[in-house]
Each structure stands twice: as structure tokens, then as C-alpha cells.
């Protein structure tokens, strides 16, 4: 594996952090919004989204 499929699959993952930090406040409740969750459709892109 390059680096540069090891920084983007950190990318990624750094991502989905930030933006369940950021909309904590409706991805933890009763009623759960996980905006993050949309990124789990990027494998079907790009293979090296499956390791993220």
C-alpha cells in the first residue's frame, strides 16, 4: 500500500470524526441523524475507501 493510499484512507477517517463531532447533538438521541453514516458509501467509488 502507498503512502498516499495510507493518507487518504486517514482522510476519510478523520472525516467521519469530525462530522459526527460536529452534529453530535442529532447523531445521540432518541431520534438518530447520522450524517456521517453517508460516507460509508464510498467503497462503492473507491476501493481504497474500504479500509476507512
Known amino acids: ?3 498516499r493510499d495510507i493518507a487518504w ?3 476519510i477517517s478523520a472525516l467521519y470524526v ?3 463531532l460536529i452534529f ?3 447523531s ?3 431520534i438518530q441523524v447520522r450524517i456521517s453514516e ?3 458509501l464510498l467503497p462503492f467509488f473507491d476501493k481504497r475507501a474500504i479500509f476507512a
Do not use: E, F
Request: no cysteine; proline share 6%.
Open 9 to 11: 484512507i486517514s482522510m
Open 38 to 40: 453517508a460516507l460509508t
Open 1 to 3: 500500500m502507498k503512502n
Open 24 to 26: 453530535a447533538y442529532i
Open 18 to 20: 469530525i462530522i459526527t
Open 28 to 30: 445521540y438521541g432518541p
